[in-house]
């Protein structure tokens, strides 16, 4: 397991400061991939930039894992069998520290698995870093509220991914 540095999504438009992003490594298969993590940074910036909703101070891990890994996170947190492409965990936003510290506000936590990336990407015909970087939007998309349960919800957060994609140069992941 090797932990990666740390990286700040740049200001959104409004000159409000994007997320701290921590992304950890833990699959060697990864390294088939050696942008991976400089994908998701640069994936979560765009995100945070185009975000609608404040996020100053905000953290969030990555953990970039094989299906093994994300399988087991999915079978205790979710209920389901087998691996999936992405996770994420949202943080329950409680009371402020009371302890008076300055601390960053944990958004929460995403997991991409890589052979199910790989292999979606394969199956479509996109390249593995945009990919990569769809998921890594969508997920963060979903720490800050986000879901697809409803049709208006699903046009909705697809339309944002499209923009936010668009933004950082990768074609629409829906096109076709």
């Given at each position: 397991?090797t ?32 942008s ?7 994936a ?36 389901h069998?087998g691996?999936?492409n ?46 990569l970087a ?37 074609p629409?992941?829906y096109?076709?």
């Amino acid at each position: 397991m090797t932990p990666s540095p740390s990286g700040n999504a740049e200001p959104d438009r409004a000159g409000r400061p994007g997320p701290k992003v921590d992304v950890l490594i833990e699959s060697t298969q990864w390294e088939a991939l050696p942008s991976a993590e400089a994908v998701v940074l640069a994936a979560i910036a765009g995100a945070a930039k185009a975000r609608p909703v404040q996020i100053n101070g905000a953290e969030v891990s990555v953990l970039l894992c094989d299906d093994a890994a994300i399988a087991a996170l999915n079978a205790r947190w979710r209920g389901h069998e087998g691996p999936t492409n992405v996770l994420s965990f949202p943080t329950p936003h409680g009371e402020p520290d009371s302890c008076g510290v300055d601390r960053p506000t944990p958004l929460g936590d995403i997991a991409i698995a890589y052979e199910t990336t790989a292999r979606e990407a394969a199956d479509h015909g996109k390249a593995l870093p945009d990919h990569l970087a769809h998921l890594a939007i969508h997920a963060f998309l979903h720490l800050l509220g986000y879901d697809h349960q409803t049709e208006d919800e699903a046009e909705r957060m697809e339309r944002l991914e499209r923009n936010i994609l668009a933004e950082i140069g990768i074609p629409d992941p829906y096109d076709g």
